[in-house]
């Protein structure tokens, strides 16, 4: 079955450190997204891109946070430096996406990441 | 910008009782996503929902897409222990500028009591 990867599955790290999470969307599919989930905030866009191509980062801290797609294999989401307000789950979705409609998104399992 | 929201936050319910989340946005969609997630797991589609006053049927799950497409609900009967997760609502803003851009609501917790 086709599915989305990504690594690391959990990650434990010091306040200051750069975190760089990646994601192997589902080949085929034309757009991604970056998911992050906190129980205050719910799930939380924070960049997609269709096409390899940047569409949306506006819901991400831009001084810390960059997403980038530097192949149609590969998403990164890099948070340099990181806090502790950054500990959540991180999922990343891909799926197929017209002009104006979104299909079906395929969830990865996630990466929980924790801010010491 | 646009706004999902969702209600309820929580609902505790026994099994064989019914459930329902509503679902409401700021602005006007293009179409409505349901998922499904466990606890400890990832959202999982449900369905989507296109066409204004739709309703679809998933065995004892129904969906409703509002006749203005800005609200759905999704509607359980007769719950079971397999249902318990958070349900959450997605919509893809109408418009030329969305590109598909999908805003999720902040989820409804379904417990459901043996």
């Keep these: 079955d086709a599915r989305v990867t990504q690594t690391p599955r959990d990650k434990v790290t010091e306040m200051g450190q750069e975190v760089t999470m990646r994601c192997q969307p589902i080949l085929g599919h034309n757009t991604v997204f970056w998911y ?4 205050m905030q719910g799930l939380e866009l924070l ?28 998403a990164t989401l890099k948070i340099q430096p990181s806090e502790p307000r950054d500990s959540a789950v991180y999922f990343c979705a891909s ?6 409609n979104t299909g079906e998104l395929f969830f990865g399992e996630g990466s929980r990441l924790t801010v010491l | 910008g646009q706004q999902v929201m969702q209600i309820p936050q929580y609902q505790h319910v026994q099994e064989g009782e019914d459930f329902t989340t509503y679902c409401n946005s700021s602005t006007t969609l ?19 929902l296109v066409k204004s006053g739709e309703v679809k ?13 800005k609200n759905s609900s999704l509607h359980i009967t007769a719950t079971q222990t397999t249902d318990v997760g958070t349900y959450f609502c997605a919509g893809t803003n109408a418009g030329g500028t969305s590109y598909g851009k999908l805003t999720f609501g902040q989820g409804t917790i379904l417990t459901v009591h043996p």
Aim: avoid cysteine; charged fraction near 25%; hydrophobic fraction near 30%.
């Design chain 1, 36 to 39: 992050r989930q906190t129980m």
């Design chain 1, 47 to 74: 960049a997609y891109f269709r096409n390899r191509a940047p569409l949306d980062d506006s819901g991400m801290p831009k001084d810390r946070f960059s997403a980038e797609m530097p192949d149609a294999t590969l």
């Design chain 1, 95 to 100: 799926g197929h996406t017209g002009e104006f």
């Design chain 2, 30 to 48: 293009s179409n409505i996503q349901w998922y499904k997630q466990r606890p400890g797991g990832h959202p999982v589609f449900l369905i989507q």
């Design chain 2, 57 to 69: 049927k998933q065995k004892r799950l129904t969906f409703q897409f509002g006749e203005a497409k």
